[in-house]
């Protein structure tokens, strides 16, 4: 992999993965009070508490169904009461559980985040609460002419978008074997004309049923120019090419526009492109057609006040190991690699008059990954600012978190602050990771795990969105 200072390339995978939850029990039921679709009603005729249309719908429809609808990603939908109650029991146990809805930056009793993420989409104890309350009444529907209103959806679409532009070519997906995951490159060109700083981006999936994220990065040079027909098949998880990119976002099921904080946009130089870096996800069901994957841009032609660049931190990336070689024998578990950054621009220290502030923060290690925390050094006080922990990690499900608050409110970082990634792994069988990347190339025990770009090499990854003032 090609290293570069700011901006670096980033071939991180953020995806989310909304999964299969299981089988629903086939005994929704509580008793002879219970209908055959799962209500009950008792002996009064009034409607059972807690219930579908008073309770549940409401942040069903906000946190769950942008994955779980027809269509969609997810394996069933849940937009409406019929196809949602016979899951109820699962729903209970996987909110439980803290398993769905997938959101892994959590605060712990060793990360406290500065501001809250954006578009959080947990949830609250007490929904959790009134999910295993149904679940147990039998999952009853209530009376549609009491429902509680629902919340207005998100709009998915970018406001004012400067250009929409779509995949040159279409891509037909299909299972091989079981092979059921593709990583393929589209070049996208925006056609801007003269340097442009983007405020917007905006990711189309062309067919929702199988597009399962995508990755957006940068092509300065516009080398993906030459890819026939504006694709390049397996390209693994980075941007496909040899020249220097830069990671500009991020979509995953259900997904809203990248948008950075106000004043802050990303720079995007005349005559560049940019590429989309799709995890397809294969149904099992026979070909799939993709023609219709793009992007929707909105852009200023004056510079902003801040410039949003990423860096990359760890293995491989910015910064020195403070444990060594990356190394995780056979039946390790709780293997610990740690490492350390001093903030610079280039190598070069920038004075304080400098502007810099953090918005935006992903993780990313593979399969044997269990744990990664990221914090800030303060260079003059030593005092330690957690930017991010996902003491739960899951390869599958990986996303860019960004900071809910104008720029002004973020973290500032100096030059000479330290930056420090800890990452945790689990090389063993008791580790589903690990049995899962074993699988895919037909063994059967734990093997020594290396750095690299493969299936059981290992990353130690943390990329820091940084606004820069005046850059």
Known sequence: MSRYTLPLTLPLLFAL???????????????????SEGGSTGDTGVAARPNWHEDIAPFVAENCQGCHQAGGIAPFSMQDYAQTWPWATVMANEAEAREMPPWHALTTEECAPPLPYKHDAQ???????????????????????LAAPLPAPPSLDLDS????????????????????????????????GDDVFLTGIQTIPGNRGIVHHVLIYTDETAASAAW??????????????????????AWVPGGLPMEPPP??????????????NVHYHATGGGDAVDSGTGLALRWVTTPPEYISIFNLVGAPGDGDSLTGELLIPPGAAGHVEEYEWVVSAGGQAFPDSIEARVWAVAA??????????AWLVDRDTGEETCLLHTPKWDFNWQR?????GAVGQTVRVKAGDKLRV??????????????????????????????????????????????????
Request: glycine share 14%; with cysteine.
């Open 400 to 404: 860019v978190y960004e900071f809910d």
């Open 364 to 373: 990313h290690m593979h399969k044997v990954g269990v744990d990664l925390r």
């Open 17 to 35: 993965a909304c999964g299969d939850a299981g089988s629903a029990s086939s005994d929704g039921s509580t008793g002879d009070e219970s209908t």
């Open 161 to 192: 978008p400067n250009t929409v532009q779509t995949m040159a070519s279409p891509l037909t997906i299909a299972a091989q074997g079981s092979t059921l995951d593709f990583f393929h490159c589209i070049s996208i060109d925006p056609q801007h």
């Open 123 to 145: 949830l609250a104890d007490e929904e959790i609460q009134l999910l295993r309350d149904w679940a147990e009444l039998g999952a009853p529907e209530g009376d549609p002419a």
């Open 422 to 471: 800890r990452c945790v792994y689990d090389n063993t069988l008791e580790n589903p990771g690990v049995v899962e990347a074993l699988a895919e190339v037909g063994g059967d025990a734990p093997i020594e795990v290396h750095q690299g770009e493969g299936t059981l090499d290992e990353m130690c990854l943390t990329a820091i969105g940084v606004a820069v003032k005046g850059l």
């Open 263 to 276: 004043d802050v946009g990303v720079r995007l130089t005349a005559g560049a492109r940019l590429i989309m």
């Open 228 to 249: 026939s027909g504006g694709v390049k098949q397996d390209c693994g998880g980075g941007a496909g090419v040899s020249a220097p990119t830069q990671l500009i976002g």
